[in-house]
């Protein structure tokens, strides 16, 4: 398990993963919708999570959403690279009901996000414009490339929630332990 602090005006936040885990997860973001959408990343990748954070949420969840991801991020980076003896490619495709989310990803040690996830308004009191937010900070932090994009669906929560466990899923596959692989780069390193 490994543990990363961060605190600034707008938010206190202590993350610990462990990506060789069993699906434990202890989450408390002060954010309802967020806890229930890291308890399901956590569940789906395999990864220990235990995140707390006091935010200033009496203005908006925006700092606690962002700050969460790229403390989470940071921490994904320092248990990836240097990628050997990983896959380091992964996707996924879930569907919740009537949505499908796809998610493509790369542990290139180079960051870049494609969201396509075109969701609007609120899922209980959380904005779903927070959402790109959340994955931009993570995928800049954990040094990923992901392209996550909505195929089908109507209900924002199945949506949302299918974008993590789509990320999750492909997470856990390119983390896939493979001695054959080496470093999986034509460049010998990532």
């Known amino acids: ?44 990748s395999l990864i220990d999570l235990e995140i707390s954070c006091k935010g200033d949420t009496h203005i908006d969840d925006h700092h606690s959403v962002e700050d969460i991801g790229i403390v989470l991020g940071s921490l994904l980076a320092e248990a ?41 308004g ?18 800049l932090n954990a040094r990923v490339s992901a392209h996550i994009v909505l195929q089908r669906g109507k209900n924002k929560h199945h949506i949302i929630e299918a974008a993590f466990k789509a990320f999750a899923v492909a997470l856990r596959r390119a983390m896939q332990k493979n001695e054959k692989v080496g470093i999986p780069s034509t460049k010998d390193m990532l």
């Open 80 to 120: 990836i690279y240097p990628v050997t003896n990983m896959e380091r490619f992964g996707s996924a495709s879930i569907v919740m009901d009537e949505a499908c989310v796809s998610c493509d990803l790369d542990l290139s040690n180079r960051p870049y996000l494609v969201f396509e996830v075109d969701v609007t």
């Open 122 to 139: 609120k899922v209980g009191s959380f904005d779903t414009e927070l959402v790109e937010e959340f994955f931009k900070a993570l995928v």
């Open 1 to 44: 398990m490994i543990t990363k602090s961060r605190k600034t005006k707008e938010t206190d936040i202590t993350v610990s993963l462990d990506v060789s885990g069993v699906q434990k997860s202890k989450i408390d973001t002060g954010v309802g919708f967020l806890d229930h959408m890291l308890d399901s990343f956590s569940r789906h």
